[in-house]
């Protein structure tokens, strides 16, 4: 049974959550401030497949939880929800190192529908073998497909499981232009409720781990009002 961990300070949302998380088939555990979300997942050994993290909490905020969570695992999924509609929560919580964000209200269909896609990513992690894995090369890079690996002058790049798919993507599409609509039905589903941008902040946060010079990139390259095209940088 896949495990989500819940944090929201407000008990009717986060009754409500919790509720129809369990209905749908998931073990949930839920705790009321950020402090206590660290602990809950520090105490499990990090057994979560998905957390749930509300952005605007008294004491730790949903950015600090977030954080702390991605610092103890690239592969859990995040999911961050937020009473606010700014560009800059969206952003910010993105650059965290989330994988996902809901704007409240919301309804229970798209909430159960982010946590289905974001603990079938991690399923996938899961079940992979290391041994003879196929592997792509691109210049410095090798992808190993099984492991779900991605080296880069043979040290291992530290990814999150979303940022992995989409440099799976890109490696099995080297030099081959990538519209936004494209990357995000390719990572997020075709039934994603969210926007592009969401494609934008992942690729900087991606620049940000694998670019020798992010903010002059020479392997993700951006085809301006269209989206992104790998390069080996060759």
């Known amino acids: 049974m896949k495990r989500v961990l819940v944090c929201e300070d407000e008990d009717s949302i986060r009754e409500f959550v919790v509720l129809n998380l369990k209905r749908s088939g998931y073990e949930v555990v839920d705790v009321n401030c950020g402090e206590d979300a660290v602990k809950a997942f520090d105490d499990a050994g990090g057994n979560f497949d998905a957390a749930l993290l509300d952005i605007m909490m008294p004491g730790m905020d949903g950015f600090a939880v977030c954080k702390s969570l991605r610092e103890r695992s690239a592969k859990i999924g995040i999911i961050m929800l937020s009473a606010k509609s700014q560009e800059m929560d969206k952003v910010s919580s ?3 190192g989330a994988d996902d964000y809901i704007t409240k209200p919301f309804s ?5 529908a982010r946590v289905d ?11 992979s073998k290391a041994d ?4 792509i090369t691109s210049g ?3 992808i190993n497909l099984k492991s779900r690996v991605l080296l880069k002058n043979g040290k291992p790049v530290d990814l999150t499981q979303v940022e992995y798919q989409i440099m799976e993507f890109f490696l099995k599409n080297q030099n081959t232009a990538l519209d936004r609509m494209t990357i995000l039905k390719q990572i997020w589903g075709d039934n994603y409720y969210g926007e592009e941008k969401i494609v ?9 781990k694998i670019e020798d010079e ?3 990139p020479k392997y993700i390259i951006t085809i301006w009002g269209y989206g992104y ?5 060759e």
């Open 200 to 208: 934008d902040v992942n690729i900087r946060r991606i620049r940000m």
């Open 140 to 142: 410095p890079f090798v």
């Open 117 to 127: 896609a974001i603990c079938r990513r991690v399923s996938l992690m899961d079940s």
């Open 108 to 112: 229970i269909s798209e909430l159960v």
């Open 214 to 216: 992010p903010s002059s």
């Open 229 to 233: 095209k790998w390069s080996s940088g």
């Open 94 to 96: 993105l650059m965290m």
């Open 132 to 135: 003879n894995g196929d592997e």
